[in-house]
């Protein structure tokens, strides 16, 4: 990692040590080169603007030298990239762009690309250099196999035959040097031969093909050929040498296995380490896209390539497992990007089995798209620990809490009062691996500026008048596990020098004392402020408002997912708000209707409040408009005389204008109402509403 910015280098420290990869740091451009040399790391983040040589100088110093030319480089920056600077950066030869701020996900997932690319263009050198070693061994014995070896001119002239080419055509080593090898190939393969030389040359000087040829008997026998250019010193092939086996059995055993599997609902497939897939069948072309002849084809590394990145690894190592013959589960599912680009979810088994003599595994695809939809259709998740929500923004709410709950950076929760952040903190400590450890919580707006220090750092025996011992403060009691600042926004400026320090070095001092305490805890801060206004006010410090908005999580306001406000009032009757021992079924339809009208500028707090005041002054059965709290009531008619847009709806209207917001999904629109779908349906027929009906 490049960058004059010590905090930065912290930020991306924090991020990438998730994935525990070897870190390095430079703060200079001439560090950095020299940190290269030396090391020669696996991948370059790269800062551009720096003092001195800046990060575009640095990339092409890099690229110049023939022991980094091949890092792949990263460059990172903090301002908007201009298009020429981006073409630039690419003809210096860098891999990529990032911009700060960091999008964590993003950064790792472009890390592990770019990782996974370089691991893989390292594999390729190391089996051309293997292949290379081996052909040279390959010539020195070639008198003394048992193979068929021939040499030809690249006009097909045999120059060279072993005794094992002549013996398998039944011809001497006269008849057949100086005869055109195709002839001894039948007319419908010959162009298929042509074909594999005609596609060979520096970059591809060895090649495996299979075709028919008449053996000495005049039948028809299957051979499949490496073949080898040999070049002159100017680079131009003057020769080819072949080595051939008969693969008769295996052809035919081939034939009659697709005969068997080739109708098959399932695709099939039989994949070995060095070869690739070595069999496939038409059901396995279907899901993928490609023909069987192209699957074949692919090398392991393209073969890879198929795999979704994010599942890629995790097959890989399932069938390097399968292959040591190490036990794994038989079954799992895994998505693959098609041949159009399209993504397809399979249901795979595996089971570890021989082809032609050596192991291989042999694969059972099933096209399970449809399937997981349906899954994931059924699985919606309308609640994520205690918060209550099925609404598109809750829903990304949840994914940001699972994403966020398994690092250990710091989160900010942001959001009006009353919209459920302490809930969040919860749900974030409860799925970390500090869950069994403390949860200290501190609201930083209830406590004066005098107070707060102490409360949070500690103070030791006579620091200030009735200091009458030493007292641990919050954040060594939350050590090992988390530390809820609520209110963040309103900590004097005088602490937020301090509360930097902890936030990036884990470190602070007692009041009263020059000591330094360490605290391994996770701060977890909230806020209903807009802090960078406070920023821009000087009211906050910039250095410690980026650094808590590393991870953050923003709730929408209760009239932003009205949606969830039935399921809301189902939670709270059912979970919360009896009382008395009194049986409450639901809230009338014209409740309903003013709580989805209403702003609710208390949020979700607001509406659990006067839920319970309902409750509690409601009789039994269904809570009416009567039944809410005077104040409530006396804020909706002001709402509805400041706004002239509340007009009481009658039923139809109600129907109507919810099918309107589910563009005329009925089952959504059901539950918009919060009534149940074959009440709704009848609904419909009574009062003959339809998407042709005119009103």
Not at 396 to 407: E, H, M, P, S, W
Not at 456 to 469: M, Y
Not at 594 to 601: A, C, L, N, T, V
């Amino acid at each position: 990692m490049v960058d004059d910015a010590p905090s930065n280098l912290h930020i991306l420290n924090s991020i990438l040590r998730q994935e525990a990869y070897e870190i390095s740091a430079a703060t200079s451009g001439r560090q950095a080169l020299s940190i290269a040399g030396e090391l020669l790391p696996d991948l370059i983040l790269l800062d551009i603007v720096m003092p001195g040589s800046d990060g575009f100088e640095v990339c092409r110093k890099l690229k110049a030298s023939s022991e980094t030319r091949d890092i792949p480089v990263i460059f990172i920056t903090a301002v908007k990239t201009e298009a020429d600077d981006i073409v630039r950066g690419f003809r210096l030869g860098a891999a990529d762009y990032v911009t700060k701020p960091f999008n964590p996900a993003e950064l790792l997932a472009r890390v592990r690309t770019h990782l996974a690319l370089k691991s893989a263009y390292d594999r390729l050198e190391m089996q051309a250099e293997a292949l290379r070693k081996s052909e040279t061994r390959y010539r020195a014995v070639v008198e003394d196999q048992t193979e068929l070896i021939c040499r030809f001119r690249p006009d097909g002239v045999l120059t060279f035959v072993n005794d094992a080419y002549c013996r398998y055509f039944g011809k001497t080593e006269n008849e057949l040097v100086g005869l055109n090898f195709l002839l001894l190939i039948p007319k419908e393969d010959r162009k298929k031969a042509e074909a594999n030389l005609a596609s060979m040359g520096q970059e591809k000087p060895v090649t495996t093909v299979k075709h028919q040829v008449t053996d000495r008997e005049g039948d028809i026998c299957w051979q499949q050929w490496t073949d080898r250019a040999i070049f002159d010193d100017s680079g131009r092939i003057t020769e080819f040498q072949s080595v051939g086996r008969d693969i008769t059995d295996r052809v035919q055993a081939e034939e009659a296995y697709r005969s068997l599997v080739d109708h098959s609902l399932q695709g099939l497939a039989i994949l070995q380490n060095q070869e690739g897939y070595v069999f496939a069948n038409s059901m396995m072309a279907e899901i993928t896209g490609y023909t069987v002849e192209d699957l074949l084809a692919l090398t392991p590394d393209e073969i890879k390539a198929m795999i979704h990145p994010e599942d890629r690894e995790r097959v890989w190592t399932y069938f390097r497992e399968r292959m040591a013959g190490n036990p794994v589960p038989q079954r799992y599912q895994a998505r693959i990007i098609r041949k159009d680009g399209k993504v397809r979810w399979l249901e795979v088994y595996a089971a570890l089995t021989r082809y032609v003599g050596r192991p291989a595994v042999q694969w059972t695809f099933i096209d399970a798209t449809r399937l997981v939809k349906l899954e994931t259709l059924l699985g919606e998740r309308r609640s994520f620990g205690n918060i209550v929500g099925r609404s598109n923004p809750m829903q990304r709410v949840y994914t940001l809490i699972k994403q966020f709950a398994d690092t250990d950076s710091t989160v900010l929760i942001t959001g009006e009062t009353g919209t459920g952040k302490e809930l969040v903190m919860e749900a974030i400590h409860s799925g970390s691996t500090r869950s069994e450890s403390p949860l200290i919580k501190v609201n930083c707006a209830a406590l004066a500026e005098n107070i707060l220090e102490s409360e949070l750092f500690g103070h030791i025996k006579g620091a200030f008048t009735g200091a009458d011992k030493d007292r641990a403060g919050r954040f060594q009691m939350a050590h090992g596990g988390s530390i809820f600042l609520d209110e963040i926004g309103e900590i004097p400026l005088s602490l937020q020098a301090k509360l930097l320090r902890v936030l990036e070095y884990k470190e602070f001092e007692q009041v009263g004392d020059a000591g330094t305490v360490r605290a391994d805890v996770r701060i977890i801060a909230a806020t209903n402020v807009d802090l960078e206004e406070r920023v821009r006010q000087g009211a906050f410090r910039e250095d410690v408002y980026y650094r808590l908005s590393v991870f953050t999580i923003h709730l929408p306001p209760l009239r932003e997912r009205v949606v969830d406000i039935p399921l809301l009032v189902k939670y709270f009757i059912n979970a919360g708000v009896r009382c008395d021992g009194k049986r409450l079924l639901c809230v009338s339809d014209e409740v309903l209707d003013i709580f989805r009208r209403y702003s609710w500028p208390g949020n979700v707090r607001e509406l659990k409040n006067t839920l319970e005041y309902a409750c509690a002054i409601c009789p039994g059965g269904n809570i009416a408009k009567a039944h809410l709290p005077p104040k409530f009531r006396s804020a909706v008619e002001e709402e509805i005389s400041r706004t002239n847009q509340y007009a009481p709806l009658s039923e139809k209207e109600a129907i109507v204008s919810a099918l309107n917001q589910t563009r005329w999904h009925k089952t959504k629109a059901a539950r918009l109402l919060g009534i149940s779908r074959s009440t709704f349906y009848r609904k419909l027929k009574e009062y003959g509403v339809s998407e042709t009906s005119e009103d």
